[in-house]
């Protein structure tokens, strides 16, 4: 069974940076895998980012980016705001109609 | 911009099965990939399965093959998900939501199971 692992926690400084990751529990997180990133505040439905690993979502701000980072799916938060403050979970297509959603990370921002 | 609107909160019984609603509108919900996602309490996302509305193919996690069947009405515009043989463990919030990249996402219906 595939497990697509996050860290679980992380916490930025307001105007920080921080680097969440998205990796698999075997293998490497390719641009094949076509990433999307969420951020879901508490009580709210999640909300897409990023698309196809570093394409931004319509209205997402530039403080927000994707990428590959090794082996990992990658999303930083450049200049974190404090509204930032929220579940981040990433999406790995894997074929054949299937995706997974890793793990989450929630991000605090003090 | 195609938005969302779900069914309202259903309560069941364990052993029953729960059908869940997602009404398109602004837009054609046969143009899109449409996916079922669910969040159990303090938990997080979990991909249910998806369908590919032209050509009515239909994909589960494994973990719900057998239990969940996703269909969509073209003539309402509306997506469906049906999950059966309900236990405790399946009460959660369930999002319709779509695109390839899950880009729109409906604001979710809360399924709770209880004796």
């Known amino acids: 069974q595939t497990v697509v692992t996050q860290e679980p926690s992380f916490s930025v400084s307001p105007g920080g940076t921080v680097t969440l990751t998205c990796g698999l529990s075997?293998?490497?997180?390719?641009?094949?895998?076509?990433t999307s990133w969420f951020q879901q505040p508490p009580g709210q439905a999640p909300r897409t980012l990023i698309y196809?690993?570093?394409s931004r979502s319509s209205g997402v701000p530039d403080r927000f980016s994707g990428s590959i980072f090794g082996n990992k799916a990658a999303l930083t938060i450049t200049g974190a705001q404090t509204d930032d403050e929220a579940d981040y979970y990433c999406?790995?297509?894997?074929?054949?109609?299937?995706?997974?959603f890793g793990t989450g990370t929630k991000v605090t921002v003090l | 911009q195609v938005q969302l609107v779900q069914s309202g909160a259903e309560v069941k019984k364990p052993g029953s099965s729960v059908k869940v609603s997602c009404k398109a509108s602004?837009?054609?919900?046969?143009?899109?990939?449409v996916s079922w996602v669910r969040q159990a309490p303090g938990q997080g996302l979990e991909w249910m399965g998806g369908?590919?509305?032209?050509?009515?193919?239909?994909n589960y996690a494994e973990k719900f093959q057998g239990r969940v069947t996703i269909r969509t009405d073209e003539s309402t515009n509306t997506a469906y998900m049906e999950l059966s043989g309900l236990r405790l463990d399946d009460t959660a919030v369930y999002y319709c939501?779509?695109?390839?990249?899950?880009?729109?996402w409906g604001p979710g219906t809360t399924v709770t199971v209880s004796s």
């Open positions: 939501a779509i695109g390839e990249s899950l880009d729109v």
């Open positions: 602004g837009g054609t919900l046969n143009s899109y990939p």
């Open positions: 369908i590919l509305p032209v050509l009515g193919t239909a």
């Open positions: 075997s293998g490497s997180v390719s641009p094949m895998y076509y």
């Open positions: 196809s690993t570093n």
């Open positions: 999406i790995l297509y894997m074929g054949s109609g299937i995706y997974v």
